[in-house]
């Protein structure tokens, strides 16, 4: 008797069952969601025991316009004001500053103090935004003070500049600014979702045995003509 095999041919699109595929899916359903629970148990640690956490501190200082006698505010020094904002961010960034004040808080390397410092004007006004990140709240405090400071003593002595103010003054932070718990969460769950559910569909993907009738039909492309029940006391 000549052995039967079925032609197959090469060329033919892998066609995937989706409703089948969906099934097996709700059937590792306990598996997915269980995976997903260590990736985002894995991810809370990381964050709160590994990674390293970011201290943010900041000050605002404004350019205050003279006021005439008449008690309104001059346009001539408001104008000029707008125009110095600019350099005076340049100022604060600055690396004859930056340095002098790596040296008042007793740090070696002033590239510790730059790498930290962020200078920025908020936008259509005269307010200079002063930051500082660390891993120390108290330093990332004491670097925008002390910052903050040596820029004023600077530009009184050197320019003879009185019309700068602090809006608000530094502060040493309580919370860091990151790693983000919340969206490390979610991009743990996001992970072990995508994975889970991956490695299910490879898995499906993979598996070439035939588990129904209609799998041995597609398979051999003939009908089948009778089934044999079985039945674990036989």
């Known amino acids: 008797m000549t052995e039967f095999k079925p032609e197959?041919?090469?060329n033919e699109e892998i066609q995937i069952d989706l409703a089948r595929l969906f099934d097996v899916l709700k059937q590792k359903l306990v598996f997915i969601l269980s995976f997903t629970f260590l990736c985002v148990l894995i991810f809370f640690?990381?964050?709160?025991?590994v990674m390293t956490k970011k201290y943010q501190s900041k000050a605002s200082i404004y350019l205050k316009p003279e006021i005439t006698e008449a008690g309104i505010i001059d346009n001539a020094?408001?104008?000029?004001?707008?125009?110095?904002?600019?350099?005076y961010v340049l100022m604060l960034k600055g690396d004859t500053l930056l340095t002098d004040v790596a040296s008042q808080l007793g740090i070696k390397n002033p590239g510790v103090v730059k790498k930290a410092i962020s200078v920025s004007n908020v936008e259509d006004s005269e307010i200079i935004v002063v930051t500082a990140t660390t891993s120390d709240p108290t330093m990332s405090r004491d670097i925008v003070k002390t910052t903050v400071n040596s820029f004023f003593a600077s530009m009184k002595e050197k320019l003879a500049i009185k019309n700068m103010t602090i809006l608000d003054e530094p502060k040493v932070p309580t919370r860091p600014v990151s790693p983000s718990l919340m969206k490390n969460l979610i991009?743990?769950?996001?992970?072990?979702?995508?994975?889970?559910c991956g490695l299910v569909?490879?898995?499906f993907l993979l598996d070439k045995r035939l588990h129904s009738k209609e799998d041995v039909e597609?398979?051999?492309e003939i009908p089948v003509l009778a089934e044999i029940p079985w039945s674990e006391e036989a």
């Open 201 to 203: 569909i490879v898995e």
């Open 8 to 10: 197959v041919d090469n």
């Open 218 to 220: 597609s398979y051999l």
């Open 45 to 49: 640690l990381l964050t709160n025991f």
């Open 77 to 87: 020094t408001l104008s000029a004001n707008m125009k110095m904002v600019n350099n």
């Open 187 to 196: 991009l743990g769950a996001l992970f072990g979702i995508f994975v889970s």
